[in-house]
């Protein structure tokens, strides 16, 4: 049985990126067996409850106000209206329901009361509740967790090196503060980030390498493909290879072995085959839903239709093992 390691150097997960690939799959898929029920996938759903007109300046995001983009700005959205959306996810599957909004912080006002109004709701209909809002004070962490919020995710996105040719108007110390009023709070840590960007195989091993020197690894990490959107200073970017996403799935899983690994956006651009592999590699989670927050995402039909011919099934939320365990 691999152990938990919070002490990797650069040098050590550097070797286990550049293993050759099919051994690297093997040893990430071995690990993932010890640790996971292989067979079982978390669907999770994607809300956007307040979308665009962002101040921050992420040079990948079809939110920042500053680019022309087609995404059309929407205000907070109503508690109705959001109570309605999770009861639809959670009729397709979905046992996680994250809802985004487009801010670089939260603030104390009445659009966070709304939001920790939708943390109570959604989370009174059993489903893990996450939200994703930006840079968090103890506070803020600490109202979101009374409320019922089960994870919230925040990126790292990319090495610290390499962050600020990608956002200006942060910086990586203050992603690394919110992290730890998140796990202050008790709350699950789900953070991770995108490749695609420009990057160079160092920044990746670098943000790896944070994210598992955390003093306690992230509960979930997402690995994004960028999504190049039009009007964003990275539309032209290529499109990364699936070996690449591969090779971060699998390391990711082998250094953060209980970690839950989403293969996050850019399965639209990958066939089913090419998500098998990933799953092989130890990613165990996916968003469902044909929009992630702006952008497209495969149709629940598809989904279904792959998770038959994998034979995967979808993982129960943590509360419906609760419920279990409380019947045994
Ligand atoms: N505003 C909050 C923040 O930045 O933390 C929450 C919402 S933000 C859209 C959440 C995450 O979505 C980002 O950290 C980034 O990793 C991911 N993301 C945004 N645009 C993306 C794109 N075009 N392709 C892939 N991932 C993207
Ligand atoms: C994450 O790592 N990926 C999701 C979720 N966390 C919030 C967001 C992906 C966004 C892709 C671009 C869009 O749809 O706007
Ligand atoms: Fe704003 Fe988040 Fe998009 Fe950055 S990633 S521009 S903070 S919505």
């Known amino acids: 049985m691999s152990v938990i390691r919070n002490n990797w150097t650069r040098e050590e997960i550097e070797k286990i990126y550049n293993t050759p690939v099919l051994d690297l799959i093997y040893n990430a898929g071995t690990v993932h067996r010890q640790y996971h029920e292989a067979s079982e996938v978390q669907v999770c759903t994607l809300l956007s409850v307040k979308t665009g007109g962002c101040p921050e300046d992420c040079a990948y995001c079809p939110q920042a106000a500053r680019y022309h983009t087609d995404v059309k700005v929407h205000k907070l959205m109503e508690v109705g209206e959001v109570m309605e959306k999770a009861i639809e996810a959670k009729e397709a599957g979905s046992t996680r329901f994250c809802m985004g909004a487009a801010w670089r912080e939260v603030r104390d006002n009445k659009d966070f009361d709304k939001v920790l109004d939708m943390v109570k709701g959604v989370s009174q209909m059993g489903m893990e509740v996450c939200c994703t809002l930006g840079m968090l004070s ?36 203050d992603r690394l ?98 998500q098998a592999l990933c799953f092989m590699a130890g990613a165990n989670s996916i968003f469902a839903g044909d929009k992630l927050l702006t952008t497209p995402n495969p149709a629940y039909v598809d989904d279904k239709q792959m998770f038959q011919i994998l034979q995967l099934k979808p993982r129960p939320s943590h509360k419906e093992n609760l419920v279990k365990q409380v019947v045994l």
């Open 138 to 173: 103890p506070e803020q962490a600490q109202k979101l967790k009374d409320a019922g919020l089960y994870a919230y995710n925040h990126n790292l996105d990319t090495s610290e090196e390499f962050y600020q040719d990608i956002i200006t108007s942060r910086n990586y110390g």
């Open 177 to 274: 503060d919110t992290l730890e009023n998140v796990r202050k709070a008790k709350i699950s840590v789900c953070s991770g980030g995108i490749i695609g960007m420009g990057e160079k195989e160092e920044d990746r091993i670098g943000m790896l390498h944070t994210l598992a020197t955390l003093p306690e690894h992230p509960e979930s990490v997402p690995v994004n493909a960028l999504v190049p959107v039009e009007g964003t200073p990275l539309e032209d970017q290529e499109k990364v290879s699936v070996w690449e996403m591969i090779r971060m799935i699998a390391t990711a899983r082998i250094i953060m072995p209980k970690a839950m690994v989403r293969l996050s956006a850019g399965r639209v651009r990958m066939s089913v085959e090419e």
